[in-house]
């Protein structure tokens, strides 16, 4: 597995943006940031830097060169092309949205890919987790920020109106199974979430679109996956638990957990 950096956030944020990329496989927090400055970019995604914190996000999760990176509800691919920047022309870059998904991502995820803009992307359109075509022990990282929580999404209320968009909730155990399948065995998978009340079980998705971290903690260690690693540069203990994370001035500063996942040696 590769070594995990011991280099606090502090020391990274005083590195300059304007370097270049290390030497070494493995990209130094300085080449990712620069990434961020890459010109293509729009300011659309550029505005939304500070509250993600894309470059602290990519180098906890140990992005290399000519990686392969399953992005799991990739929405519109705002993580997407970030990646497929950092693995660059050897790497590549799975996008996968299911069916539920692709409702909101669709016209995002195209703008972002059309005429072959991101060459090393290749598109899983509504397809689900369980059904993802991909070699087995192919993929170094397996990513997902801010969506776990839809594997239990399945309705929305707004204004006393109920949309249904599953009948049930996805089966989380043949979907963490189809991940470990295609996982290498040194591979990594990143979680980014927002986080729910303690103790709230599967209402927060659907609520609030939250989860409660220890549904995660569990769910994957069940699931054959070791906590290895913590980041909380992206949590905020003043934001409501209870509030729905698209509310007016809630979005963009929620409370957020992001773990770091590896395969459980047996």
């Given at each position: 597995?590769?070594?995990?950096?011991?280099?606090?956030?502090?020391?990274?944020?005083?590195?300059?943006i304007?370097?270049?990329?290390?030497?070494?496989?493995?990209?130094?927090?300085?080449?990712?940031?620069?990434?961020?400055?890459?010109?293509?970019?729009?300011?659309?995604?550029?505005?939304?830097?500070?509250?993600?914190?894309?470059?602290?996000?990519?180098?906890?999760?140990?992005i290399?060169?000519?990686?392969h990176?399953?992005?799991?509800?990739?929405?519109g691919?705002?993580?997407?092309?970030?990646?497929?920047?950092?693995?660059?022309?050897?790497?590549?870059?799975?996008?996968?949205?299911?069916?539920?998904?692709?409702?909101f991502?669709?016209?995002?995820?195209k703008?972002?890919?059309?005429?072959n803009?991101?060459?090393n992307?290749?598109?899983?359109?509504?397809?689900e987790?369980?059904?993802i075509?991909?070699a087995?022990?192919?993929?170094?990282?397996?990513?997902?920020?801010?969506?776990?929580?839809?594997?239990?999404?399945?309705?929305?209320?707004?204004?006393?109106?109920?949309?249904?968009?599953?009948?049930?909730?996805?089966?989380?155990?043949?979907?963490?199974?189809?991940?470990k399948?295609?996982?290498?065995?040194?591979?990594?998978?990143?979680?980014?979430?927002?986080?729910?009340?303690?103790?709230?079980?599967?209402?927060?998705p659907?609520?609030?679109?939250?989860?409660?971290?220890?549904?995660?903690?569990?769910?994957?260690?069940?699931?054959?996956?070791?906590?290895?690693?913590?980041?909380?540069?992206?949590?905020?203990?003043?934001?409501?638990?209870?509030?729905?994370?698209?509310?007016?001035?809630?979005?963009?500063?929620?409370d957020?957990?992001?773990?770091?996942?590896?395969?459980?040696?047996?």
């Amino acid at each position: 597995m590769k070594a995990f950096s011991k280099v606090s956030i502090a020391l990274l944020a005083s590195l300059s943006i304007y370097g270049h990329a290390a030497p070494s496989e493995e990209l130094s927090y300085t080449s990712l940031a620069q990434l961020l400055l890459n010109v293509e970019r729009t300011k659309a995604d550029a505005a939304r830097d500070e509250a993600r914190k894309p470059a602290d996000v990519m180098y906890f999760s140990e992005i290399s060169t000519g990686d392969h990176v399953l992005d799991l509800f990739a929405g519109g691919g705002w993580y997407t092309e970030l990646f497929s920047m950092a693995v660059g022309d050897k790497g590549k870059v799975y996008a996968q949205n299911d069916n539920v998904i692709w409702q909101f991502a669709e016209k995002g995820i195209k703008e972002r890919t059309q005429n072959n803009r991101l060459a090393n992307v290749k598109r899983l359109d509504k397809v689900e987790i369980e059904d993802i075509n991909i070699a087995e022990e192919s993929v170094d990282l397996v990513f997902t920020a801010l969506n776990y929580h839809d594997l239990f999404f399945t309705h929305s209320i707004r204004d006393g109106k109920t949309t249904q968009f599953r009948e049930q909730a996805i089966d989380h155990k043949k979907a963490l199974a189809k991940v470990k399948r295609v996982m290498k065995d040194d591979g990594l998978f990143v979680i980014i979430d927002h986080v729910g009340t303690a103790g709230s079980g599967y209402n927060a998705p659907n609520d609030f679109h939250r989860i409660d971290p220890n549904i995660v903690k569990y769910q994957m260690q069940q699931a054959g996956f070791t906590l290895v690693e913590e980041a909380f540069y992206l949590r905020n203990n003043k934001d409501n638990l209870a509030s729905h994370v698209f509310a007016k001035g809630v979005r963009g500063t929620t409370d957020r957990f992001v773990y770091k996942f590896a395969k459980t040696k047996t």
